[in-house]
């Protein structure tokens, strides 16, 4: 029963900044890592941010070093990516995913097991 809902998308200009949400319906949230993906039309699905149950370490896409924050709130079932100095390259629809089982921090898409929605972010010019 698993279910992952983002929100916080939407339309802001470049050098803006938007906090995407993800909430969890698990109790064992904060047994797993967590992570953002992000896929732009015509393109694959790619890494954006991760981050420990613990909360405790982090990884980050080259794209987004320095400008993109993960975080996590295990009292709240949620885990958040912060999004400063955006481009229009971060056009994209968001995805939040829970990793498996064993999992410190995953950098590829195999190493997550369920996915939300989406949600939509887009930067204008």
């Known amino acids: 029963q698993v279910q992952l809902v983002e929100s916080g998308g939407g339309l802001v200009q470049a050098g803006g900044s938007l906090r995407l949400s993800c909430a969890d319906s698990e109790r064992t949230f904060s047994s797993y890592a967590m992570g953002w993906f992000r896929q732009a039309p015509g393109k694959e699905r790619e890494f954006v941010a991760g981050?420990?149950?613990?909360?405790?370490?982090?990884g980050y896409a080259d794209s987004v070093k320095g400008r993109f924050t993960i975080s996590r709130d295990n009292a709240k079932n949620t885990v958040y990516l912060q999004m400063n100095s955006l481009k229009p390259e971060d056009t994209a629809v968001y995805f939040c995913?829970?990793?498996?089982?064993?999992?410190?921090?995953?950098?590829?898409?195999?190493?997550?097991?369920?996915w939300g929605q989406g949600t939509q972010v887009t930067v204008s010019s």
């Open positions: 981050i420990s149950w613990t909360g405790g370490s982090t």
């Open positions: 995913a829970r990793a498996r089982q064993r999992i410190w921090v995953g950098y590829t898409s195999t190493a997550y097991d369920y």
